[in-house]
T-cell receptor, first 113, second 112 residues
Framework: GAGVSQTPSNKVTEKGKYVELRCDPI?????LYWYRQSLGQGPEFLIY????????DSGLPNDRFFAVRPEGSVSTLKIQRTERGDSAVYLC???????????FGPGTRLLVL | DQQVKQNSPSLSVQEGRISILNCDYT??????FLWYKKYPAEGPTFLIS?????DKNEDGRFTVFLNKSAKHLSLHIVPSQPGDSAVYFC???????????FGKGTSLLVTP
């Protein structure tokens, strides 16, 4: 079946702009995770959802970052007033339930100029 | 603070030989460990996992060993194949399904 998909695959924006990154999890997966991978680093946890609710948002770096999952399927990561330091690959993962293996999408490469 | 460490940024191995990738962790609350493989421009792909109640898990050419007292795990690939060339990430969490803590990765090159 289809894996985790993320759109757009690449996003270039200017400092100060607002961006939205979308994640479509594997069908039927109830848990959804967002990570951020900077150059030369491993992925860093941002937030995860169990169903529609954010079960843990402790990894969000500041209040410019926000994520939603209104119907328990698709999720959107929203970044306000982007900064150059937000440039990274944003990865989404989903799992069948919270105690199952996480499967990753290809990521969205964000570049803030 | 990096709770999961992969101290070798790169490793080169000849085809047919064993590849050994190492990982250390500092948080004693971690009890679930995974290895992911990543090709350029793709997301990480799950390879193999192990829970803290075991010290070894095997899946085909891939074996993960866990030494809890040393807070160390390793991934063995035998025999190595050129298609195994990728970046390998070690990850850990306090329970299966919780947020993963990743190392910085080790780039493996398997030469013919």
């Amino acid at each position: 079946g289809a894996g985790v998909s993320q759109t757009p695959s690449n996003k270039v924006t200017e400092k100060g702009k607002y961006v939205e990154l979308r994640c479509d999890p594997i069908s039927g997966h109830t848990a959804l995770y967002w990570y951020r991978q900077s150059l030369g680093q491993g992925p860093e946890f941002l937030i995860y959802f169990q169903g529609t609710g954010a079960a843990d948002d402790s990894g969000l770096p500041n209040d410019r970052f926000f994520a939603v999952r209104p119907e328990g399927s698709v999720s959107t990561l929203k970044i306000q007033r982007t900064e150059r330091g937000d440039s990274a690959v944003y990865l989404c993962a989903s799992s069948l339930s919270m105690d199952e293996t996480q499967y990753f999408g290809p990521g969205t490469r964000l570049l803030v100029l | 603070d990096q709770q999961v460490k992969q101290n070798s940024p790169s490793l080169s191995v000849q085809e047919g030989r064993i590849s050994i990738l190492n990982c250390d962790y500092t948080n004693s609350m971690f009890d679930y460990f995974l290895w992911y493989k990543k090709y350029p421009a793709e997301g990480p792909t799950f390879l193999i996992s192990i829970s803290s109640i075991k010290d070894k898990n095997e899946d085909g050419r891939f074996t993960v060993f866990l030494n809890k007292s040393a807070k160390h795990l390793s991934l063995h690939i035998v025999p190595s194949q050129p298609g195994d060339s990728a970046v390998y990430f070690c990850a850990a969490s306090r329970e299966s399904g919780y947020a993963l803590n990743f190392g910085k990765g080790t780039s493996l090159l398997v030469t013919p």
